[in-house]
């Protein structure tokens, strides 16, 4: 279930959605759209302990801008929640990353995970991450609002 701190509802849900568009909005650069999206989310999502992105370099993801502890700097194609959805290029939804094999452990207090491919051109750029210290935190509708926001963030690269 998506959770905003203090949410209200709906009307939050489209709140934080154009906040989104006007950070991004004029800036195409990758990373300073990647900080302020990080930044957003970590400090407006409930029961999140990391947010950031992760780009594909030299065939492994590179950690890129973040909020929360410090993070793993590289992750091999297909390597836990990261490496998966960027080799599969599909969301990687985990209820409980203890039970998910191979998962990289880069902050113990995370239960579970989101991570959504950032596809762009047909290429793959890197993808974006959330954890949580909470089992079963993502659900089906955090997952469409994240696509959307990584639409948004590819969208404004152009």
Same mark, same amino acid.
């Given at each position: 279930m ?6 209200? !509802?709906?009307? =939050? $849900?489209? *709140?934080? +959605?154009?906040q989104?568009?006007? +950070?991004?909005?004029?800036?195409n ?6 900080a ?6 970590y400090?407006?999502l409930?029961d ?5 992105f992760y780009?594909l370099? $030299? ?5 890129g &801008? #973040?909020? *929360?502890? &410090?993070?793993?700097?590289s /992750? &091999? ?5 990261c490496g998966k959805?960027a =080799?599969t290029?599909?969301v990687?939804r ?9 998962? /990289?452990?880069?902050?113990i207090?995370?239960?579970? =995970? ?6 762009? $051109? !047909?290429?793959?750029? !890197?993808?974006?991450?959330? %954890?949580? &210290?909470?089992t079963?935190? #993502? *659900? ?6 994240l696509?959307?926001i990584?639409?948004?963030?590819? %969208?404004?690269?152009?």
């Amino acid at each position: 279930m998506f959770e905003l701190k203090k949410s209200d !509802g709906k009307q =939050e $849900n489209e *709140g934080l +959605l154009q906040q989104a568009c006007a +950070l991004l909005s004029g800036q195409n650069d990758l990373i300073a759209n990647a900080a302020n999206l990080s930044s957003l989310l970590y400090h407006t999502l409930e029961d999140v302990n990391w947010v950031g992105f992760y780009f594909l370099k $030299n065939n492994e993801l590179i950690v890129g &801008p #973040f909020q *929360g502890k &410090p993070a793993c700097v590289s /992750i &091999p194609l297909g390597r836990g929640v990261c490496g998966k959805a960027a =080799e599969t290029r599909s969301v990687q939804r985990v209820a409980d990353v203890q039970a998910f094999e191979g998962h /990289i452990a880069c902050d113990i207090a995370s239960r579970s =995970e989101i991570v959504v491919p950032l596809v762009k $051109n !047909g290429a793959l750029i !890197g993808v974006l991450d959330l %954890d949580s &210290p909470r089992t079963e935190r #993502f *659900g089906e509708e955090d997952e469409q609002f994240l696509l959307i926001i990584a639409e948004l963030y590819l %969208d404004s690269l152009d």
